[in-house]
């Protein structure tokens, strides 16, 4: 037989069509569908080190390097956030709450420090605002509201939200701290009535710098980037909305944070939830 310049047995061609694959080259196809899978389920936004967390946690024992050389064949990739340019409106100087966090974004434990803030967002029917109040502890956004205008009920509304997920789930909020912006919906007498009301106390960063809010502004980065503008172009507040509680689903449940081990953040409050030390009782005489 001749297939090239080499005469070739027609046993060794026979052997070459019949020889089973090798064990490399099947693993490499099951774990190339598996990674596919996992980048097409969390918004085709996931790079190689939340792909690879993710295969570890279904037990699968594979090596980043592994995970590298697959995904660099396949094609996907994870998304690139761009820089947002800064859209807080700050309100006139008047006496406002003094900065209590001072940039320290970490808190000990749920309902001890949030962080809100408002995201811009593009239709063909014009801006649509959405927004955020985010747990500190455990990255989870525990409050959100989506409009087609800036008023003070917005930001307050996401406040109310997160006030009562977090009641219902019986936490105590007294003494939290609510942290944002110089942005006017945060600012309202209203809003810091709530505050009071809810026993918290409110915190305000200072003047045209992003790092006094840094947490809330790079959720707000990731926000756009893993939906915003990898989902888009959007049509109207309608489709955002849907789209918004989608995402937050997600991001709460399932996506898996580097900041928290690699585990969403629902995941890391249940995990605080059967950890923490319970208070001592007191002695009565």
């Not at 037989?1 to 490399?24: F, L, N």
């Not at 006139?92 to 309902?111: M, Q, Y």
């Not at 915190?203 to 980037?225: I, P, Q, T």
Request: charged content about 25%; glycine content about 6%.
């Amino acid at each position: 037989m001749k297939g090239t310049d080499a005469e070739i047995a027609p046993s060794t061609c026979y052997a070459a069509h019949t020889r089973p694959e090798a064990a490399r080259t099947v693993r490499d196809r099951e774990l190339t569908e598996e990674i596919r899978q996992i980048h097409r389920d969390n918004y085709g936004v996931h790079g190689t080190r939340k792909v690879h967390a993710a295969l570890r946690r279904r037990g699968r024992p594979v090596a980043r390097c592994t995970v590298e050389r697959l995904m660099r064949q396949a094609g996907p990739h994870g998304v690139i956030r761009a820089r947002s340019p800064r859209t807080t409106r700050p309100a006139p100087e008047t006496a406002r709450p003094s900065d209590l966090v001072k940039r320290d974004f970490t808190a000990p434990a749920p309902n001890t420090l949030w962080v809100a803030d408002i995201a811009y967002i593009r239709t063909f029917s014009g801006w649509v605002y959405a927004a955020f109040v985010i747990d500190v502890y455990s990255r989870m956004v525990v409050g959100r509201q989506v409009a087609t205008s800036l008023y003070t009920d917005l930001a307050l509304d996401a406040l109310e939200m997160a006030l009562w997920r977090r009641r219902r789930a019986g936490a105590d909020l007294a003494g939290l701290t609510h942290h944002s912006d110089r942005g006017v919906q945060y600012r309202a007498i209203r809003s810091t009535e709530r505050l009071d009301q809810a026993a918290a106390v409110a915190s305000v960063g200072s003047r045209g710098d992003s790092y006094d809010n840094a947490l809330a502004e790079a959720f707000n980065s990731l926000f756009k980037s893993e939906l915003i503008r990898n989902k888009g172009p959007w049509t109207g507040i309608n489709d955002v909305e849907v789209a918004v509680a989608e995402y937050i689903d997600r991001f709460n449940q399932r996506r898996l944070h580097g900041e928290l081990g690699h585990v969403p953040p629902a995941e890391f409050e249940a995990r605080h939830a059967t950890t923490a030390t319970p208070a001592a009782p007191i002695e009565t005489s």
